[in-house]
Structure formats: C-alpha cells, structure tokens
C-alpha cells in the first residue's frame, strides 16, 4: 500500500502563489501516475493536474497555465506549483497515486487551500 503525506496549504491572497507538497510511502515501486484533485465545499473532487512516472502531465482547463505539477522520483515526492490563485481556486487539495495494473488508488488526506479575494 502508498501512504502520501501532504503539505504546503494555507490562507492566500488572490494573486498569490502556493506550493503543494506530497511526500510517498509505502509500496513506491507500484506508483504509476500521481495527481492534484480538489474539491469545494458542495461540489465534487475534480482532477486539477496529473503527471505520469516518465513526467507527461495533464492539467484542468481551469488551472493551466498557472499550475504546474513536478514529480521528483528519486525522493518521491508530487507538487503543485499555484501561480495567481483565484478565489475560485480555494479547496481542499488531495494528492492521489494511482497503482499499477489497474489495482486501483490511494488518496492523500487532504490540505486545505484558501483564496481571499
């Protein structure tokens, strides 16, 4: 099983910038691709930006070209680069690592991201 740690969250004006950390555990070896999900009060948990193992990335249409994930392999850790936060951008972050072979998931257990306008 995949443990993931997060970290970097906090209270923002909008306009700022934010870096999300998530520090992997556990059976790393069976880590494919990573994610950022978020998810406001009353909506559901959307993807906001996916990166693969070899590095390909994949982002929400609300956040590209401001956000920007990076995968450090070597130290097994996923971030979330925020650039000019938005009120709209305010959430609860989660990090996932999908696992291989189709077996499924693991979530993160969520850092929360606040945009005052």
């Known amino acids: 099983q995949v443990q993931l740690l997060e970290s970097g969250g906090g209270l923002v004006q909008a306009g700022d910038s934010l870096r999300l950390s998530c520090a992997a555990s556990?059976?790393?070896?069976?880590?494919?691709?990573m994610g950022w999900y978020r998810q406001a009060p009353g909506k559901q948990r959307d993807m906001v930006a996916v990166?693969?193992?070899?590095?390909?990335?994949m982002y929400a249409d609300a956040v590209k070209g401001r956000f920007f994930i990076s995968r450090d392999n070597a130290k097994n850790t996923v971030f979330l680069q925020m650039n000019s936060l938005k009120a709209e951008d305010t959430a609860v972050y989660y990090c996932?690592?999908?696992?291989?072979?189709?077996?499924?998931?693991?979530w993160g257990q969520g850092t929360p991201v606040t945009v005052s306008s």
């Open positions: 556990g059976s790393i070896s069976g880590i494919n691709a």
């Open positions: 996932r690592a999908d696992r291989k072979y189709g077996l499924g998931y693991s």
């Open positions: 990166v693969s193992s070899s590095g390909g990335t």
